[in-house]
């Protein structure tokens, strides 16, 4: 590590950012357990339990109790997604650090290859999702949003990604921690914000294709109207910010809206 630390034992950090996950947590980590174990590398899961109200909080005590690679952080209160996987990767140690969503709609199947394209020479690696056709309005509906995202994120942006959304994303621990630094947002728009400052700053990323499985076990949280107008929020303020229109600091209070957990 380059701060003077001691080396750490682990390869692999994975961060679970947790909120009113208690449907199906304890199946995923198990899942994800065996993806990790099936790799051969040593690693260590920080859960980051962000003030769920559903029992979540008892169920991380629980996976994390007598597992001396495996380590919790509790929030008094909800801090937002960006927030809380920001602080776990500042809390982790391993050579690798990252995330994926603990619902496992993109299948934590797919963390060998991201893994692949970090050994390969990438600085780190974000997922590139693939949608079956689900003709539920739901899923529907969801899809036509990322979509538009999409597009509206390439013409807005002079980078090479083309789904900075996807919520599994991995890098080279000591490459990304600067870029962490710089991160303002505090919500979803965190997945985005991450990528174009690590491209800023000369990471090479790689997007892996995966599959994206729609659940409809668990409720979701997405509010359309909502979280599109947070979204175009936290983008009017990081575009301002990378202009120099506005200080480091100010997009803060514009990030804010986005700061809820949502499925």
């Known amino acids: 590590m380059s701060d003077g630390a001691a080396p750490s034992p682990y390869d692999v950090s994975v961060v679970v950012a947790c909120y009113r996950e208690a449907s199906h947590l304890r199946d995923s980590v198990a899942q994800l357990a065996a993806t990790l174990a099936a790799t051969g590398r040593a690693h260590e899961l920080v859960f980051v339990e962000d003030a769920s109200d559903d029992g979540t909080p008892a169920i ?3 996976l994390v109790a007598a597992a001396p690679h495996r380590r919790a952080v509790y929030h008094a209160r909800n801090v937002g997604r960006g927030g809380s996987v920001a602080e776990g990767f500042r809390l982790a140690t391993g050579r690798i650090v990252g995330f994926l969503d ?5 299948h934590c199947r797919h963390l060998p290859e991201l893994l692949a394209a970090i050994d390969a020479g990438a600085d780190g690696a974000t997922a590139l999702r693939h949608y ?6 739901r899923s529907l509906w969801r899809v036509l949003l990322s979509r538009g995202y999409r597009w509206l994120f390439g013409r807005l942006f002079d980078v090479p990604f083309r789904d900075p959304e996807a ?8 490459r990304i921690l600067p870029v962490v630094a710089e991160t303002r947002d505090r919500g979803w728009f965190w997945d985005s914000e991450i990528l174009v400052l690590a491209h800023r700053a000369g990471l090479r990323i790689a997007e892996v294709p995966c599959r994206f499985e729609r659940r409809h076990d668990k409720a979701s949280t997405v509010r359309p109207l909502r979280d599109v107008w947070r979204y175009l929020v936290a983008i009017r303020a990081f575009r301002a910010r990378l202009r120099g229109a506005v200080s480091p600091g100010a997009g803060g ?3 804010a809206a986005g700061d809820a957990h949502r499925r």
């Open 60 to 62: 991380v005590a629980d």
């Open 102 to 106: 603990i619902d496992l709609e993109v």
């Open 132 to 137: 079956d056709l689900d003709w539920r309005p």
């Open 167 to 174: 919520g599994f994303k991995f890098f080279v621990r000591d």
């Open 253 to 255: 209070s514009a990030a």
